[in-house]
């Protein structure tokens, strides 16, 4: 991520997909919109007919620091003229509707964008007021729909929670699938060898306090307890914290013999 | 999707993962809270020493139509007790933290919930104060740790937009989940009570015998030491081998002393 831009509201390349919000009735849903565009590193918001007065304080505080997409929010009269320069439109909705309409999962719709953006073709996501979403000429506007698979019975979104899901997904189709971290702090992972040696000591304590003293259970519980302190992908500096641990526990008992 | 309970409030099968917050510090934000989780069809919520009086007419109001997970939420007087009863539980973090801990993204840690929630594992998620995040004391309590991959410019979410991402997660992750294969032999996964209960004893032990004299670096000990043994994945067997390990290194020496 070393690579991104430095400035918080610069647009990634390649160019995120515009957010288009259809006649928003709340102003603070506005600004949690914007905030929710810049976590995904989306910048460029459209507001067509919103209610709210424009600009807006409101908006700017629920923004909670991303003002910069409202101050480079553009404003329209119509969804026709807030597309225009746009190739390629996909409708949110989270009703059905009788309309033959292609329908996308926010992760296939990403997918699309992505592949698409690449290929130099602008987009943009139509998003509806709060209540009632878009209209069906609205709909009608749109190449696709995407629709976000969620309980069937509870299934209304937070305008901003919608441009969220979506951004997200657009943000995680530009990253390479990575695999597991573990963060190490500042200790590398131990080896093997360090491994071996530190079962070598517990062992030799173990044998030395009793607890291994059945000869038939001591194989199974000595492989048990490799097994435990094995699966824990210990670090170099953990590994000599055990050998500190069994050490100062058996310490005192050894000045006393 | 058909075939899903017709209460909104019932969890889907297999169970989902708890919501755990650690001392929410608005009414508000355990309303939306709410509103996310049933979206995604979690409904286990449990409240860690909530700053607002609870029960609360202004999370209610906020939940947008998701009582039922408000009215069933369970109230804790520490992260531990709201664990005790989970077998796996992921902390979520905003910030990088010199911890040696395993990072998920959502994506990858809602594979692993769904896989062992097939196989009986019972999980929970840790949200932290909304301006604060996690402790690390909190962070310790947690197998893995979940980090959603986001505009590193400006990567803060609100706290229901974080426990959207994460259950939206959860919820793709059921379409075609795959249970894993977990070898426990013959010993279930410990729960959080046993774990805690092993490193009570771990502790009391190194105390005393002076491992963890210095009290500026005792937390950071303890933290680090706890880390190590939330990352093995014990069985209930494992925590009581340990527990015969730590006593008979020291038995001893008590019968010396």
């Known amino acids: 991520m070393a690579d ?3 400035s918080p509201a610069a647009p990634p390349e390649p160019p995120a997909p515009a957010v288009i919000l259809i006649e928003p ?18 910048a460029d918001l459209r507001l067509v007919r919103p209610k709210p007065k424009w600009p807006n304080e409101m908006a700017k505080r629920a923004s909670s620091g991303a003002e910069a997409v409202l101050e480079a929010a553009s404003l329209f009269d119509s969804a026709e003229a807030a597309i225009a320069d746009l190739n390629r439109v996909f409708a949110t909705s989270g009703r059905h509707r009788k309309m033959v309409k292609r329908i996308f999962t926010p992760r296939e719709a990403a997918q699309t964008l992505r592949a698409e953006a690449a290929a130099g073709i602008r987009a943009g996501i139509l998003f509806g007021p709060e209540r009632t979403g878009l209209e069906n000429d609205e709909m009608a506007l749109a190449d696709a729909a995407i629709h976000v698979p969620l309980n069937p019975h509870f299934a209304s979104l937070n305008l ?21 971290r573990l963060e190490h702090g500042d200790s590398p992972l131990a080896s ?7 079962f070598t000591h517990l062992e030799r304590e173990l044998d030395e306090c009793g607890f291994l003293r059945l000869p038939d259970k001591r ?39």
């Not at 997904?169 to 390479?176: L, P, R």
């Not at 093997?192 to 530190?198: A, H, I, Q, R, S």
């Open 219 to 257: 194989p199974g519980m000595v492989r048990n307890i490799r097994n435990i302190f094995q699966r824990a992908d210990l670090t170099r500096q953990e590994v000599r914290t055990l050998h500190g641990i069994v050490t100062e526990l058996v310490t005192k008992r050894k000045i006393r013999q």
């Open 160 to 180: 901003a929670q919608a441009v969220l899901l979506i951004g997200y997904e657009w943000f995680q189709a530009g990253v390479d699938a990575k695999p597991l």
């Open 192 to 198: 093997k060898d360090d491994l071996v040696n530190f």
């Open 25 to 42: 009735q709340l102003a603070m849903n506005i600004g949690t919109t914007a905030r929710a565009m810049l976590n995904c590193g989306l």
């Open 4 to 6: 991104r831009p430095p």
